[in-house]
């Protein structure tokens, strides 16, 4: 695309979801909206309604705040939720062992959906992470070839986003006026928001120490659920590495004999 266009960037990245359904699109499936309920896949849904192709918008429901899936039902009834499991059950199917930066199950478990011959938008950006900012605006599954993934606002900013927002009156989650910079999944190693997730939801937190103490029970083993949770803890804030004064973190001590 012409860095020099003059055109608005939401008619730019209209033409791109047009051009991909109608042009190299090889298949006749409807486009897939990747819809979490943040303010990308907001815009993402909204451009896409604009372009008169066919599609359906899909929530993979993960470990979102209860929040978050009450303005989707609300705001957005025609999106389709899949929920394929849910965070304890994969916690006590790991043997007890939790989610971590460098092994993150939870998001395979929960929030990837393969669609055979099919092509599936998402609101990624290039501003959000070094990693996305590697990205290409079209690109193939790597899990399954013949799925197609086109990034339309891969290029926008912050404020395209909020500026396409508040522009029309989109309705969005109000935790982002709170404070809340991204709208995720609680308690993500790769988010700053662990210490004020566990203030906000201690019945979740609760939930979490039975899944791990079940976990290990699968095992046949007895252990210290809070301290197992703390050292987990301890590792997602960055209080800790593997190993800090011959103490061994969250990332050995779930390993052990597995």
């Not at 699109?25 to 066919?54: A, M, Q, W």
Request: hydrophobic share 35%; charged share 30%.
């Amino acid at each position: 695309m012409n860095l020099f266009d003059d055109r608005k960037i939401e008619d730019i990245a209209i033409m791109r979801i047009k051009d991909m359904y109608e042009n190299q699109n090889p298949y006749s499936h409807p486009l897939i909206v990747c819809f979490s309920g943040g303010k990308d896949s907001i815009v993402l849904l909204e451009l896409t309604k604009r372009t008169g192709v066919p599609y359906r918008a899909e929530y993979m429901q993960a470990f979102d705040m209860p929040s978050i899936i009450k303005f989707i039902i609300r705001e957005y009834p025609e999106v389709k939720r899949n929920i394929k499991n849910n965070i304890f059950k994969l916690i006590e199917a790991n043997f007890g062992f939790l989610p971590q930066r460098q092994a993150r199950y939870c998001c395979t478990d929960l929030k990837e959906m393969l669609y055979p011959e099919h092509v599936v938008l998402t609101g990624i950006r290039w501003q959000e992470s070094n990693n996305r900012a590697k990205r290409r605006m079209v690109e193939i599954c790597n899990k399954e070839k013949t799925q197609y993934y086109l990034h339309p606002i891969i290029d926008w900013k912050d404020s395209d986003v909020w500026n396409f927002i508040k522009e029309n009156q989109l309705p969005y989650p109000k935790e982002y006026d709170n404070g809340y910079k991204r709208i995720g999944c609680m308690f993500c190693p790769l988010t700053n928001g662990f210490e004020r997730d566990e203030k906000l939801y201690p019945g979740i937190v609760t939930a979490i120490k039975t899944a791990i103490r079940k976990g290990h029970e699968r095992k046949g083993k007895i252990v210290d659920v809070n301290d197992i949770y703390n050292r987990w803890k301890d590792c997602i804030l960055g209080k800790k590495t593997i190993w800090v004064n011959d103490e061994q973190c969250i990332m050995d001590l779930m390993t052990e004999d597995m």
